[in-house]
Structure formats: structure tokens, C-alpha cells
């Protein structure tokens, strides 16, 4: 993924790429590549460093280390006989003599936090500490200074701080490394030069946003680096060759077939906007056609045809426009074998078709766990309990465990309407809690007075003007049309629009006659909403998404039908202008979605 982003997106010449992968990426082999790099960099030149894999430490036998502890990497032939990690001495020896300060160094690893200077289901990129001592001990040049971040040549990217667990899990049924796939979206958003500062500030909305999706908290990704280079453009300065990473496109008969589609996680049910072989800005409009995945075929995605013109160029390229739609949900239910075991899984599937059984071993949304007394359903990974049912609830158990995932189904289906193609990001906020909380809200009974812990007060901004649509998925798989709505007074942001630039906070407070004319308070049952934000850049297709949105009300099997009828507008159209010797410019099109995740308890 991070080569066919180098060279589609940021221009890098193939030749100038050097892959190892796999029994390729031995210990020898790494370091001769890195020392070639040095070699044969000059001055001026950019330098793009990328390890994604297992991280691990070493006690540090030179004590410039604040833990005792150096961090480590670990290729392919680590941990056999007479083989070491390699540590972060020996990476930062290397770097530091780099002649070009346009170096970006990335590591998807446990513990890389610090990886280059000394401080201190859901697979965790983990492997044991090494106690062979006598490895690193024998091992000479290896000793160094304490580097502080002000000191460093070059800027490093981190997956997790020196004392956390990177994560791999399942992004639309493909395995990444989460910091990996974070970090490629933030590029993916971000305008041309981007400074480092800013890809990382990306890099944790598309975490936390990622977090949301999984119902899991990945570990904060770290930035390292002096402060002049932190505000320098990421991958040197000159422009980027496009505006978004894309694959080739061919004729293959009745179907079209995305080259190299893996690379970029073409998996069936996405769909792609196809433009011109010359394209560089893919403009949301202006593509020539629409395609959804049907199949694939090797590495290769084979696309059939939905929206657009009928004969395309024979050369052409595609960017993603839309994850698959949220198909199924999958569940491992883990437990002593036995009759009530049994019993609950048939009526779980009885209840909820869409409901898909995964065995040991295999990734799942949920875990819920049966140990004689109650039922615990947890996130994914097994990282966190949501729910907890005694078993001397009997029938109810099957009903609480049903309405939760019904709602978590219909919040994934929600959160599959995302728009891969947008040119601009929504943010959305809850006043004075950080973004990396998880929002606890407390039921409000109705005598009680709002307060932040009751009713919900949302902040959202957006860098275009913007048509806001606010919907909500609650505990009990309702969907909800939250804004704009049948309360609001006429003067409180007609068609809900938001100026670029501004912060909208809505509704605008929680007093009594607040200019707004409603509120959002909480009351029963327990449980997760999600909150999801879409700004359209025009009003029919803020109106389109509200239309659907209502329909789908009663009927979630409408989410699907929205999303088709977003990826259309993906593609050229009539634009109707007035009669004038130089017509306005026909608005921007495009649509961007922000989700909040909120915790109710009673």
C-alpha cells in the first residue's frame, strides 16, 4: 500500500524503491539496504523509511536508555541461533548520517515509540524481550548518546510509544498495521505540503475514526523530530505527481480489472471512481464512471460497471470511493460447550440473519464470553466489556444481547457510508472532552436539569462551506435523524449550513429557550450510540442523504440505497447554468462524514 502510494501519489520512480518482504527482510539484508540508502543519498534528495512489523526490547547495556530498556525490531531471522533484534542504536547510528534532512522515518511496531534515540484478535505487534545478553554485548559501534528530539536529523513516525502495543487487525477484510493504514489515509486527505505536524494530527482522526469502526482504542501514534522540521512538508517539498494514490485500469471483456487492486485494498463490494488515464485531481463529479468490486483475482480487483459511461479509454485510473457495505456481523461466542451454550447461539442466529458465527482464531467484532454465572460481550480484540447479562435473566438474555447487536450492526452499516474521494475533512467534537475520550453520558430523568453528562452538545467545523446532517444510531438499533429536525427554530442554521472556517456548535446551549428550540437528552435503555456527521458541499446532497436517512428509519435495509446514491454523484453530470457571458462556476460537490461513539449508563 505504502509503495503504490509513493509512486502514484507522491511521484517516486519505482527504481528508486527498494521492497523486502517477508524471507526477503532477513537482519542482513535490512541493514545492507539502509546502509545503501546512506550511501547513495545527497544532499537535497527525499528519503522515505517504512517498518511495519514486530517490535520488541532488549535491556540496554550502554545506559542511554531512561527504562534500562533499548527497543527493538525484528526481521525475518530474529530470535534464530546467533541472530539478534535490531536495535535502536543500531538504527539511529546509521540515519544519523543521512546528508539530506528530507527524511521521514515511519515504524508500525510495538514499542517504536523512541525507536532511533533513548527515553524511556486484535494482534499486538509484540514479541518478548530478547535475554540474550551476549548477542548485544559482543556487538561492537552499537554504543551511543542520549538523543534528544530537538537533536534529531530527520523526523521519525511512531505506531505506539515505547511502552505500548502496536495493533494489526482486519480494515474492510484486508489485515494492516492500524498506525500503517491511519498514516496512508492522512496523506490521502491531506492538500500538498502537508508539514509532518499536521499528517500526524491526520493520522489520529483517521485512528480515532478507525477506533470507532472496531469498537476498539488503538495506542497513540508518536511524532519525533526538531520543531523547525515538524513544519516542514512531509516527503520534500515539491508538489505530489496526484492527488490521491490510484490503480491502473484495463478492459477484461464485460468487466474492468483494477491492476494491482490489493494494493490499495480493493475488496469485493468497494467501490471505485474511474477517470482519464491524465487525471490528477480526481474531482468528486467529474469521474467518468462508477464501479463496484465483484471478485478478485489474484492481486488484481475485478470491477462491474454501476454508474457512468458505458465505453471507457483504454487506459484509465481509479481511486476508492466507498468501503463494501456492512454485510454481515461477526461474533465468536467462547465458553464451556454445553446445551445453554448451544441453545443461546440458535436463537442468536434465529434472531439476527445477518448474524455470522466466527471460530476460534478467526477476527470478529464481538466476543461473548459464557463462564456458568453471565454472558460478557466485548469489544474487538476482546480489549474492553460492553455488556454484561446474568444468566438468571433467562429469556432476557437472548433479547439484550439481540438488541445489541442489532444496534452495532446498524451502527457498522452507518459507518460504511464513507466517502474515500472527499477533498476535505469534517471535525466533530464534543465541547471540553478530549477527543481521545470515550463520552460517558448518564441517563437524564426529567425533573433533572441538562447537564454535559446528560444531554449532548456537539461542536463540528469543516475547511469548505458545508450542509450538516447529524444521525444517530441508539441502543436499541434505532436510527435517528438528529439534525436537522422538526424542533429547530427557523433562524437556527437555516438548511444546515456551516460557514468554512467556523465552529457551529449545536444545539447552541442547554438552557431553557436556547436559540436552537430543542435538545438531545439521554434516557434508557444502557448502552453505545454512534453519532455520525455528514457535510455535503451542496444541498442536494445534504437533501439526499436526509431523504434516505428518514426512509431508513423504519427500514435499515435503506442505508445500502443511500450509499449507491452517493457514489453516483461521484460521477460527470449536467450542471445548469444561467445565461451569461462568463457563468459561475458550478458549485463543489463531494460529502465527508466524522463519527462520536457515546457510552450510556444509567
Known amino acids: 500500500m505504502m509503495q503504490r502510494m509513493l509512486i502514484s501519489r507522491f511521484g517516486f520512480a519505482e527504481r528508486d524503491i527498494v521492497l523486502l518482504t517477508d524471507a526477503a527482510a532477513t537482519r ?5 539496504a539502509i546502509d545503501r540508502l546512506v550511501r547513495d543519498t545527497e544532499p537535497g534528495d527525499v528519503v522515505y523509511f517504512h517498518y511495519s512489523g514486530h517490535g520488541s526490547q532488549v535491556r540496554d547495556l550502554n545506559a542511554d536508555e531512561d527504562d534500562g530498556l533499548d527497543e527493538t525490531i525484528l526481521p525475518q531471522d530474529a530470535r534464530l541461533p546467533g541472530v539478534p533484534d535490531i536495535t535502536d542504536d543500531e538504527l539511529d547510528r546509521r540515519f544519523a548520517r543521512l546528508r539530506t534532512r528530507a527524511t521521514l522515518l515511519v515504524f508500525d511496531s510495538c514499542h517504536s515509540g523512541t525507536i532511533t534515540r533513548g527515553t ?10 530478547d535475554d540474550r545478553l551476549d548477542l548485544y554485548r559482543t556487538r561492537a559501534g552499537t554504543t551511543r548518546d542520549v538523543v534528544a528530539a530537538a537533536g534529531l536529523p530527520h523526523v521519525v513516525m511512531a505506531g505506539a510509544p515505547a511502552d505500548k502495543e502496536a495493533l494489526d487487525g482486519p480494515v474492510n477484510e484486508n489485515w494492516y498495521g492500524l498506525f500503517t493504514w491511519a498514516l496512508a489515509q492522512a496523506l490521502e486527505s491531506l492538500p500538498a505540503g502537508s508539514p509532518a505536524s499536521a ?41 505530489p505527481a496526484a492527488a490521491r494514490a490510484w490503480l491502473p485500469v484495463i478492459a477484461d471483456g464485460e468487466l474492468l480489472r483494477l491492476v494491482g487492486g490489493l494494493d490499495l485494498n480493493a475488496q469485493p463490494g468497494s467501490q471505485w471512481a474511474i477517470y482519464t488515464a491524465d487525471t490528477e485531481r480526481f474531482e468528486f463529479g467529474r469521474a467518468l464512471a462508477v464501479g463496484i468490486v465483484e471478485r478478485l483475482d489474484g492481486r488484481d480487483a475485478l470491477l462491474r460497471r454501476q454508474f457512468g459511461v458505458a465505453q471507457l479509454p483504454a487506459a484509465a485510473r481509479a481511486v476508492a470511493l466507498a468501503p463494501p457495505a456492512a454485510a454481515a456481523l461477526t461474533v465468536r461466542l467462547e465458553g464451556s460447550p454445553g446445551p445453554r451454550l448451544d441453545a443461546v447461539t440458535a436463537e442468536l442466529r434465529r434472531g439476527l440473519p445477518a448474524l455470522r458465527i466466527v471460530a476460534a482464531g478467526e477476527p470478529a467484532r464481538f466476543v461473548i464470553r459464557f463462564d456458568g454465572t453471565s454472558w460478557r460481550t466485548l469489544d474487538f480484540g476482546g480489549l474492553q466489556e ?18 445489541t447487536l442489532s444496534s452495532a450492526l446498524r451502527a457498522t452499516a452507518l459507518l460504511a457510508l464513507d466517502n474515500a474521494a472527499a477533498d476535505f475533512a469534517v471535525e466533530v467534537r464534543i465541547p471540553e472532552l478530549p477527543a481521545a475520550a470515550l463520552p460517558v453520558f448518564r441517563m437524564r430523568p426529567p425533573e433533572a436539569p441538562r447537564t454535559r453528562e446528560n444531554s449532548l452538545l456537539l461542536e463540528v467545523a469543516a475547511p469548505v462551506d458545508a450542509y450538516l446532517t447529524i444521525v444517530s444510531v441508539d441502543t436499541e438499533g434505532r436510527l435517528n435523524l438528529l439534525f436537522p429536525n422538526s424542533f429547530q427554530r427557523p433562524g437556527f442554521v437555516p438548511d444546515g449550513f456551516l460557514r468554512a472556517g467556523a465552529t457551529l456548535r449545536i444545539p447552541d446551549s442547554l438552557a431553557p429557550g436556547n436559540a436552537a428550540g430543542f435538545h438531545w437528552d439521554y434516557g434508557p435503555p444502557a448502552g453505545r450510540d454512534t453519532i455520525r456527521v455528514f457535510a455535503a458541499r451542496d444541498l442536494d446532497t445534504a437533501r439526499a442523504i436526509r431523504s434516505f436517512v428518514a426512509q431508513a428509519a ?45 457510552d450510556v449508563r444509567p
Open 554 to 598: 423504519g427500514d435499515a435495509g435503506q442505508l445500502p440505497a443511500l450509499r449507491d446514491a452517493l457514489a453516483s454523484r461521484a460521477v460527470r453530470g449536467i450542471h445548469l447554468v444561467g445565461d451569461a457571458a462568463a457563468p459561475e462556476p458550478a458549485p463543489a460537490a463531494g460529502w465527508a462524514a466524522a463519527s462520536i461513539v457515546i
Open 199 to 239: 499528517v500526524h494530527a491526520a493520522t489520529q482522526r483517521e485512528l480515532d475514526e478507525l477506533a470507532r469502526k472496531l469498537y476498539m482504542r488503538p495506542p497513540p501514534p508518536q511524532l519525533e523530530g526538531p520543531a523547525e522540521a515538524l513544519q516542514q512538508p512531509v516527503l520534500g517539498a515539491a508538489p
Open 386 to 403: 460492553m455488556l454484561s447479562v446474568p444468566e438468571s435473566a433467562g429469556a432476557g438474555v437472548v433479547d439484550t444481547l439481540l438488541r
Open 120 to 129: 524511556g484478535s486484535l494482534q499486538a505487534r509484540f514479541v518478548p524481550p
Open 28 to 32: 542482513g539484508a535490512v541493514l545492507a
